[in-house]
Nanobody
């Protein structure tokens, strides 16, 4: 069992930045970030593979968000720049073996953290 704890969320104005962190209790080769807006499904937005550091991004965040990881700290980060109101959602960290942006490949989930972008 892997425990995941997110931090770094909050409220920010349009165009602002936030850096989310997720600390895992153990190593998993794939770490990802998902988000879920009210009334919407949970969507994968970024993922990163341990070792190769290959990354995946959804088109909605590519060029604005950057995923990275520090395996010495079992931590994955999501740097979010140029935030937009449509980025408002609960953000979830996830861990698994296989990688990608689909929910089904992830075995472990954090509790989520709120990000609110206001205009």
């Amino acid at each position: 069992q892997v425990q995941l704890v997110e931090s770094g969320g909050g409220s920010v104005q349009v165009g602002g930045s936030l850096n989310l962190s997720c600390v895992a209790s153990g190593y998993r080769s794939c770490m990802g970030w998902f988000r879920q807006a009210p009334g919407q499904g949970r969507e994968g937005i970024a993922a990163i593979v341990g070792g190769s550091l290959h990354t995946y991004y959804d088109a909605s965040v590519k060029g604005r968000f950057t995923i990275s990881r520090d395996d010495a700290k079992n931590t994955v980060y999501l740097q979010m720049n140029n935030l937009k109101p449509e980025d408002t959602a609960m953000y979830y960290c996830a861990a698994g073996v296989a990688c990608g942006l689909e929910r089904k490949v992830y075995m472990y989930w954090g509790q989520g953290i709120q990000v609110t972008v206001s205009s």
